[in-house]
């Protein structure tokens, strides 16, 4: 199957500095990424969905200019939280695709702490 | 649109005994059907999926699901539960497109616990 790196693992970051998290497919070229964020004990939530060389689409109530993605290449996505604050603290979590696949792979996840 | 809905929050059994997780679909297209288990500060893992072959998937770990169009159900079992299945399990679906399949929507989740 495929194997998904994110990274970091877990990140502290100052209130209104900006953190990025890197999402990797490494063995196979992920047309579609997604990002889902999960609150303590709760489920996923989708952000947003980022294809190759377009821009992502963002759920409803996700502010795009927070939470920006970059899906410059077929095996990274990046997820830049900006300007964080306490609230933004949560567990990130991406998850790839491909074109004729049926199957996600998901990433081991980023716990981001603002403090 | 589709929407899972997870039969209680919590489920509790004792080691060796069965495990029974509950999942219900919604779906306005053929879907496909994912149980995805999550240990503490981990991402997904995925035990098994319906992707409209067998009605009855079987996954890692022991673990099995039978797709009932019926009763639009997907539920999760495993006939002996062992401690290291203690963890959130997550129910999911997503609609079938020409070539792939949308994004995922999941269940609230399970959190089985196994008792010595």
């Known amino acids: 199957g495929a194997v998904v790196s994110q990274h970091p693992s877990w990140v502290i970051c100052k209130s209104g500095t900006s953190v990025k998290i890197e999402c990797r497919s490494l063995?196979?070229?992920?047309?579609?990424m997604f990002w889902y964020r999960q609150f303590p004990k709760q489920s996923l939530m989708l952000m947003a969905t980022s294809n190759e060389g377009s821009k992502a689409t963002y759920e409803q109530g996700v502010e795009k200019d927070k939470f920006l993605i970059n899906h410059a290449s077929l095996t990274l996505s990046t997820l830049t939280v900006t300007s964080a604050h306490p609230e933004d603290s949560s567990f990130y979590i991406c998850s790839v695709t491909k074109q004729g696949s049926y199957g996600y792979t998901f990433g081991s996840g980023t716990r981001l702490t603002v403090v | 649109a589709q929407s899972v809905t997870q039969l209680g929050s919590h489920v509790s059994v004792s080691e060796g005994a069965l495990v029974l997780l509950r999942c219900n679909y919604s779906s306005s297209v053929p879907p496909y059907l994912f149980w995805y288990v999550q240990y503490p500060n981990q991402g997904l893992q995925l035990l098994l999926k319906?992707?409209?072959?067998?009605?009855l998937v079987k996954g890692i770990n022991g673990f099995e699901a039978e797709f009932k169009k019926s009763e639009t159900s997907f539920h999760l079992t495993k006939p002996s539960a062992h401690m290291s299945d203690a963890a959130e399990y997550f129910c999911a679906v997503s609609g079938r497109v020409q070539g792939g399949s949308e994004k995922l929507v999941f269940g609230k989740g399970t959190k089985l616990t196994v008792n010595p």
């Open positions: 319906y992707t409209s072959a067998a009605t």
């Open positions: 063995d196979f070229q992920a047309t579609t």
